[in-house]
């Protein structure tokens, strides 16, 4: 081989050589890569039409429901009639310092009022604790006004009034709520009529003192006005019952009692289907068809008007008389 062609063909063979190479090299690798990891996921099967609780927000607690079963607190239904106006004028301001009774509350000055023209039940009579709470309810320690009529004290040195609270006269509320019957006193006699109409709605409605009884006992006739003077003959003084029913009935714990407080409790008295009986206001001897009050100089009935009361033993009104 020439000289010529060997220094050609170095130089050719050096770059095959080369090129060889480089086909061979391994190519860098990329950076590397951050992959976010994957948050592991619940494989809670919820159950059908559920979804997910939400988070807890910040709520008032409901007020509670009163339940079919357990009905609101009964509250005294008002009259239909709310009865007369209070004065303008000529009434005495005072509070009331505490209710003695259904009918009776002591001032804070020191005076204690019987009020007027109506008659709650004593200690110890059906429907005390009732009349002396609803006049509690109306005037305890409450500022109250007093009305005069033309008497202004009793006999025991009470002072005789009507008592206003907040327009309202108390003395025919109580009335109207079927606490009191009415007790009419000449001369004090001005809202007279509006507590007999009170007492009426109360009866008719059957509130009260004026809850029913169901036995056969009807007053039949009384004799208020006995011959001569009644202090000397209270035996002419009578109030005639009959039992109107089938059956006989025992009076064993009822009651009669007038306006007042005249109360003639029976004993163990038995009364026939059919059959009436009397009782007188004087003494005598007890038959099947006469009673004795047992009353000396004294008299029940009033002659000019009155009404006369017969309960069970339960205090609940079997028949009234008034005339």
Known sequence: MSTKLSTLLIPIACLLIGLACAGTETAPADP???TPTALP???????PNSHPTPPPEASTTPLPELSPTQPAEEVEPP????GPDQPDDNLDAATVARVVDGDTIELTDGRRVRYIGINTPERGQPYYTEASEANRQLVDGRQVQLEFDQD??????????YIWVDGVMANREIVARG??????VPPNVKYDEAFRQAERDAREAGRGLWAGSSAPLKITDL??????????NPNGEWVEIANQGGEPVNLAGYTLKDEANHI????????????????????????????????VGE?????????????DQDGALVDMYAY
């Open 299 to 311: 008299s029940v009935w009033n002659n000019d008007s009155d009404a006369a009361f017969l309960r």
């Open 41 to 47: 996921v619940s494989t809670a099967t919820l159950p």
């Open 223 to 232: 004799q208020a006005d006995a011959p001569g003077s009644d202090r000397d």
């Open 264 to 295: 003639y409790t029976f004993g163990n008295f038995n009364v026939n289907s059919g059959v009436a009986f009397r009782l007188h206001s004087g003494q005598g001897q007890n038959t099947d068809t006469e009673l004795y009050w047992g009353l």
């Open 152 to 161: 202004t004290f009793d006999q025991y040195g009470r002072t005789l009034a």
């Open 179 to 184: 606490y009191a019957n009415t007790f009419t």
């Open 79 to 82: 009259p239909s009639d709310p």
């Open 32 to 34: 590397p890569v951050d």
